[in-house]
């Protein structure tokens, strides 16, 4: 049986990547301010769910304690314990530790690594070497973690040794993305991520468990901009789900995926979700509670996001997973002194608003005996004046709707008269060039006609074969044709080669070989701004295969800014 559950390997790869944005989360905070915060609002139903958590978080040394009982329990039946049964419960002693406190974790490992049944066994010495990696990389160790997988002998990673195997792989994803993410060369970082991916696959392939393989699923597609289709996997899983003590696998990568669907509520719902389930379980070594904090701070509530990451810093010391540590501390500075200002500011406000209101009160009293003597007269001032606005009133918006349909009106008419000019002029552009390769095709075949005439006259019928069976001259005319588009189509649009890179992530913009000259990509694209979104139409006016366009405009999309759905409803509003 392998060393942690395959639930509990999960766990390691699936936090290690999200991880990887952690500092990017954390470096939106400095950007953040108390006036944009006011602005995001807490609904009741999380303001319910986060009052829970508060009390977890509060009484988070019980759980550490229950996880610190089921250790000791396992301790004492190892002391006297031989053979088989002190590996195995040398394993489950690991098992909790080891995201928990990795330094404990460590100890109880090479207590194993000792064991003679493991030094005779080759898979155990296998197991042992893929834990020692695991534990290493949440230590932030990864170089030493990298020597310990690549010591695991490869001929025991096979489908008999089914868990052996899973945690070999996950381990390796797991490693692989911490890596990719602290490249700081392009080519290495590129070469990283390739083998996540293909670990990633690996282990879609390979894993029997439905749940740990949808989870998987997910995760892909949410590493390929496809949230929408994770969901797909995930929700299902939730159905079954214990709401007390929620599957925090599930519910993270779901947050994750109503995070890049713009799913404010749902985002925090599983990240709470996450948390809980996180601390009740004992776990110290986690990713949600500190990006939550990081949301709660955006959303002006700045003690509870220091309470939280307090929390997380904390949790990340007592497992001396170093980098969870680092990326907490580097941002704990920002929300402590915010919180201190914020204290500061309550009180200062509190102490202002008591004088106002004892001056309030003074002012009150002298107010409400004029107030007596006047309210008769106010009363009919205020009844007409009542009246008047809400004629006033009616006859604002009467007037405002107008006005708003003037306006609509009015837009939808010049964006018409601007589609309508531009058809113009794409009409008289694109049917002076057809006319004008009419012309030129008419010559071209006159000409051909002659030569084949005058071949066959001298009959130099090899000569006349050669030049029939020869695909030059249609080479030659489809690249004729394609100049010509693309001086036609850039006439029309000049600064359609800028605009289009523009749409282009920085490193994945289009330099063109010659100036005024469309690249294969763009010419897709430039039919698509034309207005013909056909794939098989774009194929038959470039010649291409279908499965050669669809490529492209797939390609192109992983390249875009934003969200890749919409990129190609931005070129066609270029």
Not at 64 to 91: C, D, F, I, P, T
Not at 348 to 370: F, H, P, S, T, W
Not at 452 to 475: A, D, F, G
């Given at each position: 049986?392998?060393?942690?559950?395959?639930?509990?390997?999960?766990?390691?790869?699936?936090?290690?990547?999200?991880?990887?944005?952690?500092?990017?989360?954390?470096?939106?905070?400095?950007?953040?301010?108390?006036?944009?915060?006011?602005?995001?609002?807490?609904?009741?139903?999380?303001?319910?769910?986060?009052?829970?958590?508060?009390?977890?978080?509060?009484?988070?040394?019980?759980?550490?304690?229950?996880?610190?009982?089921?250790?000791?329990?396992?301790?004492?039946?190892?002391?006297?314990?031989?053979?088989?049964?002190?590996?195995n419960l040398l394993k489950e002693i690991f098992d909790l530790y080891s995201h928990f406190q990795v330094d404990s974790a460590q100890i109880y490992l090479d207590m194993l690594e000792n064991m003679p049944e493991v030094k005779q066994e080759p898979a155990l010495v296998a197991l042992?070497?893929?834990?020692?990696?695991?534990?290493?990389?949440?230590?932030?160790?990864?170089?030493?973690?990298?020597?310990?997988?690549?010591?695991?002998?490869?001929?025991?990673?096979?489908?008999?040794?089914?868990?052996?195997?899973?945690?070999?792989?996950?381990?390796?994803?797991?490693?692989?993305?911490?890596?990719?993410?602290?490249?700081?060369?392009?080519?290495?970082k590129r070469q990283w991520e390739q083998k996540v991916c293909r670990f990633r696959d690996s282990l879609i392939s390979i894993d029997p468990n439905p749940i740990t393989c949808n989870v998987v699923r997910a995760d892909k597609a949410n590493a390929e901009g496809k949230p929408a289709?994770?969901?797909?996997?995930?929700?299902?899983?939730?159905?079954?789900?214990?709401?007390?003590?929620?599957?925090?696998?599930?519910?993270?990568?779901?947050?994750?995926?109503?995070?890049?669907?713009?799913?404010?509520?749902?985002?925090?719902?599983?990240?709470?979700?996450?948390?809980?389930?996180?601390?009740?379980?004992?776990?110290?070594?986690?990713?949600?509670?500190?990006?939550?904090?990081?949301?709660?701070?955006?959303?002006?509530?700045?003690?509870?996001?220091?309470?939280?990451?307090?929390?997380?810093?904390?949790?990340?010391?007592?497992?001396?997973?170093?980098?969870?540590?680092?990326?907490?501390?580097?941002?704990?500075?920002?929300?402590?002194?915010?919180?201190?200002?914020?204290?500061?500011?309550?009180?200062?406000?509190?102490?202002?608003?008591?004088?106002?209101?004892?001056?309030?009160?003074?002012?009150?009293?002298?107010?409400?005996?004029?107030?007596?003597?006047?309210?008769?007269?106010?009363?009919?001032?205020?009844?007409?004046?009542?009246?008047?606005?809400?004629?006033?009133?009616?006859?604002?918006?009467?007037?405002?709707?107008?006005?708003?349909?003037?306006?609509?009106?009015?837009?939808?008419?010049?964006?018409?008269?601007?589609?309508?000019?531009?058809?113009?002029?794409?009409?008289?552009?694109?049917?002076?060039?057809?006319?004008?390769?009419?012309?030129?095709?008419?010559?071209?075949?006159?000409?051909?006609?002659?030569?084949?005439?005058?071949?066959?006259?001298?009959?130099?019928?090899?000569?006349?074969?050669?030049?029939?069976?020869?695909?030059?001259?249609?080479?030659?005319?489809?690249?004729?044709?394609?100049?010509?588009?693309?001086?036609?189509?850039?006439?029309l649009f000049p600064n359609f080669i800028r605009q289009f890179n523009e749409l282009l992530k920085p490193e994945e913009r289009i330099v063109t070989k010659y100036e005024n000259q469309l690249t294969t990509e763009m010419r897709v694209f430039a039919l698509i701004r034309l207005g013909?979104?056909?794939?098989?139409?774009?194929?038959?006016?470039?010649?291409?295969?279908?499965?050669?366009?669809?490529?492209?405009?797939?390609?192109?999309?992983?390249?875009?800014?934003?969200?890749?759905?919409?990129?190609?409803?931005?070129?066609?509003?270029?």
């Amino acid at each position: 049986m392998p060393l942690t559950s395959s639930i509990l390997a999960l766990r390691l790869y699936l936090q290690h990547e999200n991880t990887m944005k952690l500092p990017l989360l954390f470096a939106i905070l400095t950007m953040t301010t108390a006036l944009s915060a006011q602005n995001l609002k807490i609904s009741p139903t999380i303001e319910q769910q986060l009052k829970e958590l508060d009390e977890i978080v509060e009484n988070k040394a019980s759980y550490h304690a229950e996880r610190e009982k089921q250790a000791a329990q396992l301790k004492q039946q190892a002391k006297s314990a031989q053979g088989q049964r002190r590996v195995n419960l040398l394993k489950e002693i690991f098992d909790l530790y080891s995201h928990f406190q990795v330094d404990s974790a460590q100890i109880y490992l090479d207590m194993l690594e000792n064991m003679p049944e493991v030094k005779q066994e080759p898979a155990l010495v296998a197991l042992t070497q893929i834990a020692q990696a695991e534990i290493q990389t949440v230590a932030g160790l990864y170089a030493d973690a990298e020597n310990a997988l690549n010591s695991v002998d490869p001929t025991l990673i096979t489908p008999e040794r089914q868990d052996l195997r899973l945690y070999y792989y996950r381990t390796r994803r797991t490693l692989s993305g911490w890596m990719a993410h602290y490249s700081q060369f392009e080519k290495v970082k590129r070469q990283w991520e390739q083998k996540v991916c293909r670990f990633r696959d690996s282990l879609i392939s390979i894993d029997p468990n439905p749940i740990t393989c949808n989870v998987v699923r997910a995760d892909k597609a949410n590493a390929e901009g496809k949230p929408a289709e994770a969901l797909k996997f995930l929700l299902p899983l939730t159905k079954g789900m214990d709401s007390n003590l929620p599957d925090p696998y599930v519910c993270f990568t779901l947050a994750e995926a109503y995070n890049a669907l713009g799913e404010r509520e749902n985002t925090l719902s599983y990240l709470i979700k996450t948390a809980k389930a996180d601390l009740q379980q004992g776990t110290t070594e986690y990713m949600a509670l500190p990006w939550l904090a990081q949301l709660l701070f955006e959303a002006g509530q700045v003690e509870r996001a220091y309470v939280y990451l307090l929390c997380a810093m904390e949790d990340a010391n007592f497992c001396n997973a170093s980098l969870r540590s680092i990326e907490a501390s580097s941002v704990f500075p920002i929300i402590d002194r915010q919180y201190k200002q914020t204290t500061h500011e309550q009180h200062q406000r509190e102490r202002i608003l008591l004088y106002v209101m004892a001056g309030l009160l003074v002012v009150v009293l002298l107010i409400v005996v004029l107030l007596i003597r006047q309210m008769r007269k106010l009363h009919q001032l205020r009844k007409k004046q009542t009246e008047t606005n809400k004629n006033l009133e009616e006859t604002n918006q009467a007037m405002q709707q107008t006005m708003e349909k003037l306006n609509q009106t009015n837009e939808t008419l010049q964006q018409t008269y601007a589609a309508l000019r531009l058809t113009d002029k794409m009409k008289e552009e694109y049917i002076a060039r057809y006319l004008d390769q009419c012309r030129t095709y008419i010559e071209e075949m006159e000409k051909n006609r002659k030569d084949c005439l005058r071949m066959l006259k001298q009959h130099q019928i090899e000569e006349l074969y050669r030049t029939l069976k020869s695909e030059q001259h249609i080479q030659d005319e489809q690249e004729k044709f394609l100049t010509d588009f693309d001086t036609s189509f850039l006439t029309l649009f000049p600064n359609f080669i800028r605009q289009f890179n523009e749409l282009l992530k920085p490193e994945e913009r289009i330099v063109t070989k010659y100036e005024n000259q469309l690249t294969t990509e763009m010419r897709v694209f430039a039919l698509i701004r034309l207005g013909v979104k056909d794939t098989q139409k774009i194929a038959h006016f470039l010649n291409f295969s279908i499965a050669t366009v669809y490529n492209y405009r797939s390609k192109m999309r992983n390249r875009a800014l934003g969200n890749p759905a919409d990129f190609e409803a931005r070129v066609a509003e270029l």
